[in-house]
């Protein structure tokens, strides 16, 4: 007995005297400072912004802002009315025609419909008014009056609500877990969809927010959804409100409409409001419309930037002509895309320069009845250090990986460490996000695909459990699959012992 355990213990030190001599390969990565299209992030185009000629008329039907760094998503706002002129016939196409072409780039889309509006006498349709639904004429700014020219449904009447879930479930049956559609909000309560009527029809009550919440829940059950900061009250600071409470622990995150509204202190109200939400929802902000901000002199480049910081947004919008925006903002823009949502990235990784192959190429050809068919214990361990250099967690998750290619870039081995998912990685103030350092173990050709001998190409990627790619990181040597090469392995041939016939 004595003996055996004389023999475990020094096999044990030699096991770990070889690790430590294992001749490795290290790379240290730096951040390209490229602008990053990801899933629950990016920029909002509106190119409807209520109003249909705002802001994606001046567009050629070929143009999809490729120009505009970090432009992810199209966001198309539009009254119920345009979607659903006569009962039960919609107007899909109005909506389907500009995000097809964002959608051909890999692009995503949001929606907000309406029900009030300040600019057309009937954003709910006429003919709901006309079926029986109560409502009442208004003068924006003012409140209900008889020489009003615009027309709010009672945002509880049955006839209008019969009406409205209809409308809802037929929207839901086209977009709900369409995996193009990023976020949609609730905007069928409130002017412009915004969550109160302070200046309409004087309706605001928290049963009517609940109401209009609760009915879009009702019907998506998977897509993200959201309300504006405005349902409880546009310039009320606060950390916590009832409705936010509420639509918080129902999964419906938050939006800011809008910011540099105001100049200074008066700029946004609900970065307090942000607070709860971001750690588990991405929240989205949306700023003034440009020129009109830039007109009452609220406009503040380094402002717009620190609302990204303050609220840990995710997302911000286009709320104008996109190139004007462009040109005259460039540098703040360029720095926003350095911290807006997530920005993943491995600070180091360090690898065996050589790894055995679990299982010999032949195990199961020449020798169709070879013993041992794969080696468990050929497994290696590569080091790597983690950061999420933006201001918002990766609410999608992501699991990292390396793929090992040939010279003709296919796939020789796909190795995934599903136990770190980088979904985890805390935010920080600019440089000082805190790095995660991991060891994951991985194993090589273990019983098939056949598994070569040779010297590989080794990339670098993240996204889901099954190794397929899905988040960009700001690394050079991109393979076109959002794999980034980092350098190369060589794959050691296994002898299969202990062969029998």
């Given at each position: 007995m004595k003996t055996i355990i004389f023999c475990f213990f020094m096999c044990g030190l030699f096991i770990s005297f070889g690790a430590i001599a294992q001749e490795t390969a290290s790379v240290?990565?730096?951040?390209?400072?490229?602008?990053?299209?990801?899933?629950?992030?990016?920029?909002?185009?509106?190119f409807y912004s209520n109003v249909a000629r705002n802001y994606g008329s001046k567009l050629e039907p070929s143009d999809t802002l490729e120009d505009f760094p970090g432009v992810s998503t199209?966001?198309?706002?539009?009254?119920?009315?345009?979607?659903e002129p006569e009962e039960g016939k919609y107007n899909w196409a109005i909506l389907d025609t500009p995000a097809q072409r964002w959608i051909a780039e890999g692009k995503k889309i949001a929606l907000r419909l309406t029900c009030s509006e300040s600019w057309i006498p009937f954003a709910t349709p006429e003919w709901v008014k006309d079926a029986g639904a109560k409502?009442?004429?208004?003068?924006?700014?003012?409140?209900?009056?008889?020489?009003?020219?615009?027309?709010d449904p009672f945002f509880d009447d049955p006839v209008y609500l019969k009406k409205l879930e209809a409308f809802i479930a037929a929207y839901a049956k086209r977009y709900d877990g369409n995996p193009n559609v990023e976020f949609i909000d609730v905007g069928t309560y409130g002017?412009?969809?915004?969550?109160?009527?302070?200046?309409?029809s004087k309706q605001d009550k928290i049963e009517l927010?609940?109401?209009?919440?609760?009915?879009?829940?009702?019907?998506?059950?998977?897509?993200?959804?959201?309300?504006?900061?405005?349902?409880?009250?546009?310039?009320?600071?606060?950390?916590?409100?009832?409705?936010?409470d509420y639509a918080l622990s129902q999964g419906v995150t938050i939006r800011d409409d809008s910011i540099l509204?105001?100049?200074?202190?008066?700029?946004?109200?609900?970065?307090?409001?942000?607070?709860?939400?971001?750690?588990?929802?991405?929240?989205?902000?949306?700023?003034?419309?440009?020129?009109?901000?830039?007109?009452?002199?609220?406009?503040?480049?380094?402002?717009?930037?620190?609302?990204?910081?303050?609220?840990?947004?995710?997302?911000?919008?286009?709320?104008?002509?996109p190139r004007i925006e462009l040109e005259e903002n460039r540098e703040a823009i360029d720095r926003i895309n350095q911290r807006m949502g997530y920005r993943l990235m491995p600070l180091s990784v360090t690898w065996p320069k050589a790894v055995p192959i679990a299982?010999?190429?032949?195990?199961?050809?020449?020798?169709?009845?070879?013993?041992?068919?794969?080696?468990?214990?050929?497994?290696?361990?590569?080091?790597?250090?983690?950061?999420?250099?933006?201001?918002?967690?990766?609410?999608?998750?992501?699991?990292?990986?390396?793929?090992?290619?040939?010279?003709?870039?296919?796939?020789?081995?796909?190795?995934v460490d599903d136990s770190l998912n980088l979904r985890d990685l805390?935010?920080?103030?600019?440089?000082?996000?805190?790095?995660?350092?991991?060891?994951?173990?991985?194993?090589?050709?273990?019983?098939?695909?056949?598994?070569?001998?040779?010297?590989?190409?080794?990339?670098?990627?993240?996204?889901?459990?099954?190794?397929?790619?899905?988040?960009?990181?700001?690394?050079?040597?991109?393979?076109?699959?959002?794999?980034?090469?980092?350098?190369?392995?060589?794959?050691?041939?296994?002898?299969?012992?202990?062969?029998?016939?």
């Amino acid at each position: 007995m004595k003996t055996i355990i004389f023999c475990f213990f020094m096999c044990g030190l030699f096991i770990s005297f070889g690790a430590i001599a294992q001749e490795t390969a290290s790379v240290t990565l730096e951040d390209t400072g490229e602008a990053l299209i990801n899933p629950g992030m990016g920029w909002t185009m509106h190119f409807y912004s209520n109003v249909a000629r705002n802001y994606g008329s001046k567009l050629e039907p070929s143009d999809t802002l490729e120009d505009f760094p970090g432009v992810s998503t199209v966001y198309l706002r539009l009254p119920w009315a345009y979607l659903e002129p006569e009962e039960g016939k919609y107007n899909w196409a109005i909506l389907d025609t500009p995000a097809q072409r964002w959608i051909a780039e890999g692009k995503k889309i949001a929606l907000r419909l309406t029900c009030s509006e300040s600019w057309i006498p009937f954003a709910t349709p006429e003919w709901v008014k006309d079926a029986g639904a109560k409502g009442t004429f208004f003068i924006h700014g003012k409140g209900p009056s008889p020489d009003g020219n615009l027309w709010d449904p009672f945002f509880d009447d049955p006839v209008y609500l019969k009406k409205l879930e209809a409308f809802i479930a037929a929207y839901a049956k086209r977009y709900d877990g369409n995996p193009n559609v990023e976020f949609i909000d609730v905007g069928t309560y409130g002017i412009w969809g915004e969550g109160h009527t302070h200046a309409s029809s004087k309706q605001d009550k928290i049963e009517l927010q609940k109401l209009h919440i609760d009915l879009h829940l009702k019907y998506f059950k998977k897509t993200l959804l959201c309300i504006s900061d405005d349902f409880a009250g546009h310039s009320k600071p606060g950390k916590r409100f009832p409705i936010t409470d509420y639509a918080l622990s129902q999964g419906v995150t938050i939006r800011d409409d809008s910011i540099l509204v105001q100049p200074d202190s008066r700029a946004w109200y609900h970065d307090e409001m942000a607070q709860a939400f971001w750690p588990t929802l991405p929240v989205i902000l949306e700023h003034e419309h440009y020129g009109s901000s830039k007109q009452r002199g609220a406009w503040d480049p380094d402002r717009l930037v620190k609302s990204v910081e303050e609220y840990h947004a995710s997302f911000m919008s286009i709320h104008w002509w996109p190139r004007i925006e462009l040109e005259e903002n460039r540098e703040a823009i360029d720095r926003i895309n350095q911290r807006m949502g997530y920005r993943l990235m491995p600070l180091s990784v360090t690898w065996p320069k050589a790894v055995p192959i679990a299982t010999s190429p032949d195990a199961f050809t020449e020798h169709l009845n070879a013993y041992p068919y794969g080696d468990i214990s050929k497994n290696f361990k590569v080091t790597w250090t983690w950061v999420n250099k933006g201001v918002a967690p990766c609410y999608p998750g992501g699991y990292p990986a390396l793929t090992i290619k040939d010279e003709k870039g296919g796939i020789v081995s796909l190795l995934v460490d599903d136990s770190l998912n980088l979904r985890d990685l805390e935010v920080g103030a600019i440089g000082e996000a805190p790095v995660k350092k991991w060891v994951s173990e991985f194993i090589v050709g273990l019983y098939a695909p056949t598994t070569r001998p040779g010297t590989y190409d080794l990339y670098i990627s993240v996204g889901k459990r099954d190794g397929t790619p899905t988040i960009a990181m700001p690394l050079n040597g991109d393979d076109g699959q959002r794999r980034y090469k980092i350098g190369q392995i060589t794959l050691k041939p296994k002898e299969v012992e202990g062969q029998s016939e």
